[in-house]
């Protein structure tokens, strides 16, 4: 493992983006590459929160737990990681327990075993905010050596993100809506061409389109294109 | 009019639909989001609710959706694909 080194290779992170679907994906991914890259001895959770200005706010996490570290920060609006996106500067808990400004913090995931917290700012264009929060279950994790290991990693994020946050411009659908979305035009389309050619009703039209579909072994979805398709082609060699 | 062989499925009673779909959506280990987002991706009109009453075994839905939610079922763990199909 590249422990001494915790900065990912740019064509590491542009094969990601590359390869990532949507925004969400890509920051999974991203928060994935973090905590294998700074996990040393003890493994170490991470979390990557962006914020847009008027957009969704997208949280990625390295693994459950970490997610549910960062949604306690939402249910109380503050959190080490909420300051330091919002105030673009580092936040470090050696000892959460002991320490006495984030005792309600504190207290809200005792129950998860994290010991001390590190939330360093990625620098972003302006209209989003972001950073990486890194947990650990023990104490001494976040020594200045790491800190600053962190905080590099982080900056060597920031181009990358700043390019993922332009390619993926407000998404408010995810893709599996998307699909959802197209996939239900298209089979509309087909009822309603099927209603059209037999003045049947609604039900009969899909009734017909799931018969086909079972019967060919296609699925529904492919069978609506291929009626689509075919009376696209009847109409053209008509004219 | 003759009844025609593909659907004698749906001659199985509602009751035993609604129980077999609730089986297998709980084996099949989809989240209900999931199921429905699809399930609407392929022409469905119920909503989640009654979707949710119908998994539970509480309602019925038409014949036709019913026989969606189980295309749905099928299609989703044919292959473990989440998007519906044809991208």
Redesign the interface.
Known sequence: MAQSDAVPTAEQLQDLLLESPGFTEFLLGLATISASLLGGDSPMLCAITVERDGGPSTVASSNDAARRLDEKQYEFDDGPCLTALRQQRTVLIPDLQSDESWQHYAKAISNEGIRSVLAVPIQTDDGSKCALNCYSTELGTFGPDTVARVESHAESLSRILRLALRMHAEDPYPEHLRSAFKSRAIVDAAIALIMMQNHCNRESALRLIQVASRHSNKRLHDIAGDILDRAGRMDQEGR | MDT?P?EASEYYGEFDQRLQASCRFQIGNISLD?LW??Y????GNADELALEAYLNELLAL?P?QM??VD?ALT?LSSDGR??????
């Open positions: 025609e593909w999931r987002t699809y609407f991706g392929i022409g038409a036709g026989q969606l295309t299609e989440t998007e519906p199909a044809g991208q």
